[in-house]
């Protein structure tokens, strides 16, 4: 997971910024705010939530899958695991 460590950093940034929306989207609700501005608050979450996931979607097929280094088992490793985050998240 070094890889995933040298953007630790940025990538905690934008789960803390995911996190101010999901309050957003709490207070909205709370608030009793119009449906319109609740789908748009959940929409741009759901947004965010997929940029992270796609950021760390490349990483890993870049690290675990494509990197020429990779021995035949730890790119099926890499394989098998990015396919099962993705059944996961697309579910």
Known sequence: ?????????DLLK????????????????????????TLHLVA????????LMDEIIED??????????LSDVERSKGVEELLEAIRRYSK
């Open 60 to 69: 890993h097929a870049r690290e675990h899958v494509a990197n020429p280094a």
């Open 14 to 37: 934008r789960v803390k910024r995911i996190a101010g929306q999901i309050q957003a989207v709490e207070r909205a609700l709370d608030s009793d705010h119009d449906c319109a501005k």
């Open 44 to 51: 741009a979450t759901r947004g965010a939530i997929n940029g």
């Open 1 to 9: 997971m070094s890889h995933i460590a040298s953007k630790k950093d």
